[in-house]
């Protein structure tokens, strides 16, 4: 792997952040210019003059806060995706797709663990109430084919989500779903 070597300008001052996400360094006269890298990356983040130390400063600190925010947010997304889902065997899924027309598949779910669920594909009624539309209810334990998938779960403040090879599926909270068929 080719690693890109570091600029370091010559008689610069090093300012390092506090957990090493980030280092400056001030250069030039009165050490007005800044040039800064990410991680132990290679490749300037941003390299600015400004019109006194102060505003170098204070811009190398400002990124050094926002290094910080950017850590903290990706340590709750992680804390986030890593929750267990809150699925049970016997929970019918829905997966909504189409460009033209609205369709839905419906799946019921056959095996859980922490993070993942196992589906099986179930029929539907669908009651035409205009041109090839209409509204559509799962048929549980009406399974089709014998085939089980298996497909990433995760819970967060706006419900349940299953994984599908094209977006996503949600828990189906009772109510008939529009489906067209028309295109």
């Given at each position: 792997?080719?690693?890109?070597?570091?600029?370091?300008?010559?008689?610069?001052?090093?300012?390092?952040?506090?957990?090493?996400?980030?280092?400056?360094?001030?250069?030039?006269?009165?050490?007005?210019?800044?040039?800064a890298y990410k991680g132990q990356g290679g490749r300037a983040s941003w390299n600015y003059s400004f019109k006194g130390r102060e505003g170098a400063e204070k811009y190398?600190?400002?990124?050094?806060?926002?290094?910080?925010?950017?850590?903290?947010?990706?340590?709750?997304?992680?804390?986030?995706?890593?929750?267990?889902?809150?699925?049970?065997?016997?929970?019918?899924?829905?997966?909504?797709?189409?460009?033209?027309?609205?369709?839905?598949?419906?799946?019921?779910?056959?095996?859980?663990?922490?993070?993942f669920v196992w589906l099986r594909r179930i029929g539907a009624n669908v009651k035409e109430t205009s041109f090839m539309a209409g509204p559509a209810i799962p048929k549980p334990n009406k399974f089709i084919g014998e085939e089980v998938t298996q497909h990433k779960a995760t819970t967060n403040e706006h419900g349940t989500h299953i994984t599908f090879e094209y977006g996503s599926g949600s828990k189906w909270d009772g109510q008939s779903l529009y489906c067209s068929w028309y295109a």
């Open positions: 792997m080719k690693t890109i070597p570091r600029y370091i300008p010559q008689d610069s001052e090093k300012l390092e952040h506090p957990d090493g996400l980030g280092t400056v360094y001030l250069y030039g006269p009165e050490k007005r210019c800044a040039i190398a600190s400002d990124w050094f806060g926002s290094l910080t925010s950017w850590q903290e947010r990706q340590a709750q997304w992680r804390a986030e995706a890593n929750k267990p889902h809150t699925l049970k065997v016997g929970d019918v899924i829905y997966n909504s797709w189409g460009y033209d027309q609205t369709n839905i598949d419906w799946y019921q779910v056959v095996r859980v663990s922490e993070h």
